[in-house]
Every structure is written in structure tokens, then in C-alpha cells.
């Protein structure tokens, strides 16, 4: 079991939207982001209700423009988690947004610096008990000319120089914009530090839950696509989370964000910080021993579990039974394959003997049973 740190707590949402906690004993939350215009008011609602169905606690925007502010008017009445809204440069964008009712605000030191800008912000936020994250991307704090300068400098990207230079920056960049936030006696704060570098990523969060007992939002930060991303991602962050570190996350990706959220849950799964609404699948590599198409069998019966299977059972798909009965113990229901034909066994016991062709539905049937015994206690 994971000792978590121990930090504050803020509360984002209301009545319509619902209320996500972030900190002290909350879950830890899944985030994501839209990618498309937030200006592009039904399409902006759709990916927002998409998101949602996918298991997302909180959604964030972009309000790049003063139309992507006036269409959260629109918006926010027609959705229902709470909303953030990404800042940047134009801390008018932030003001607007709080006016039209967003739960939510996240500001980058990177590129919203000015004190009084910020003291706005800070007391409109107040005055409607919102909470504020402020984001120091690696990305956005350092200037990229004399980001290259300073790289050449200290070796290269992956340099421990480089590493600790650009830690420290990262680090004074928060002390100083968290003194204005101080002054304001504001502390309805969430913090994130999110770097390319998944090292650096590590190291900066460290730092931080060792300086601030503020809720962390884990990230990392132009991750790329899925096929590498997820690496880059759940190596910073499940270490993290593995330590007690973080209270709400968003894994990014240059892809559909519905996989950042699939994603996001699957490490609160597998990391037991969240509990599963489904069924867990776990399936063999398959190798030479294999008698049956176990990809495409482990594909239906994943697919068909996602449909069907609401608590949380755990299942297993083997390719026979050498290894299979020692590999998928603890599983509710399992079937080991062999010989063109499947094996059943329920909590360990076994139920059925069918040819290739029943597997699938017998297995269903065999699960589905299950759920109702689960739920009937
Ligand atoms: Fe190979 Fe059987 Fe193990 Fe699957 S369960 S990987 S088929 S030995």
C-alpha cells in the first residue's frame, strides 16, 4: 500500500459540475485537456462530454483568444465536470474566464510574471473560493535563447549540470511567484513542474514535496506521441505516485486525450490508488507452447469486458495451462488454452471444458455470472 504525502486540500467544482477534491485523503484525480478550439463552442462540448464518459474528474481548456473566454459562458452550463482554464500571456484571459464561471485556473509563471497581474487574478480567485495552479514547465521558465546558450554550456540536455541548473531555476521561479500569492494570503494552490525530461521531472516534484505542503499535479510535458509517451510518462509519474508523491495527474499525448485518460486510470489502477470500475484482464505473452489465436481472443474478450463488466472481477486469458494455472492465480475467472479448445475455471475451480470456438461466450457467460454473485454479495 502507498503512504501518501501529506498536503493540503482544494476543492474545485459546484453543484452542477460536481466536486473534485485534490490533496490531503482525495483519490488521486485524473486529468486531461481538450484539443480542440475552445471557441468552437459544440465541438468543445462534445470532446468535453468524451472526455467525461471516459473517466475524466476534471477537464481543462485552453483561452488562448477573449472569444474562447465568452464561449465558456456557453459551455460550462452544457457540461458536467468541473472546468480549468489554461492561461497564458494574457492574464485578462484569466479574469474573463473567472467571470464566466470556470472552476479552476491555471497560471505559468513562464509567461504571466507581472506582480499586479497576478494580485488580479489571485483576488478575483478569492472572492470565488478558486483555486489556482500554477504550472512551471521547464519549457516556459526558461528563455529559450538563453536556454540554448545555457544547454551548450553545461553539456548537453541529459548532462547533470544541465539537470541541476535547470532544477534550480524551476525551483526559485515557484519561491518567487509563490511570495505573491503569500502576500495575498492565498493558498487554494496546486502546483505542477512538468520538463520533457523524465529525471528532471522526477527530481523537480521531489524537491518540491520536500518544500511545500501544496497539492501536486503530476506531469510530464510534450510527451509525444502515444506509442513513445507513454513510457516517457508513466516512468516519472508511476515513480512518483509509487512514493506517496502526487494528488491529481494528466498524462499527456499528441493524440486523441481520451488516451490520457484510459492511461491515467490504469496507473491509479495498477498502482491501487484508485479502484477499478471493471474488469481487471490479465493474458499471457503467448510463445511457441500457444494452440489457440490468443491475441485476437484476448482483443474480444477484453473488448467485451469493457461493454459488459461494471465491478471490479479480475480475468485471465493463458495460453495453456504449463505455466497458466501458477500465472493467473488470484484471477476470478480464467482460461487456459490448449489443443484448440479452452479450460474454465472459476475462483480456482474448474467449470467447463469447450472447443476454440466457445471460449468466448462461455468465458462471458462464466463472468457475467460472477458479477452477479459479486453483487449480491
Ligand atoms: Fe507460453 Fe503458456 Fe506461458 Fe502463454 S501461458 S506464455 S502459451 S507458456
Redesign the pocket.
Known sequence: MILRRKTRQVVLGDDAHGFVRIGGDAPVSVQSMTAGYTHDIDACVAEIHKLAAAGADVVRVAVPEKKDTAALKEILPQVSVPIVADVHFHFQRALEAIEAGVHKIRLNPGNISDRAQVKDVIQACKARKLPIRIGVNEGSIIERKDKQKRLKELGGVFSDNKHGHFLAIMITKLEEYLDVFREEDFHDIVISAKSIDPLLVIDAYKAISERFDYPLHLGVTHAGPKETGTIRSVVPLGHLLASGIGDTVRISYANDPVYEVQDGLELMYILGLRVRKGAELIA???????QVD?FKLVQDVRKQLEKEITLPIKVAV???????PG?AEGADVAI??GDRKGIIYVQGERVANVPEADILPTLLAECRKFQDRVARG
Open positions: 499471457c505473452p503467448s510463445c511457441g507452447r500457444i490468443l493463458m495460453g495453456c495451462v504449463v505455466n497458466g500465472e487456459f488454452a
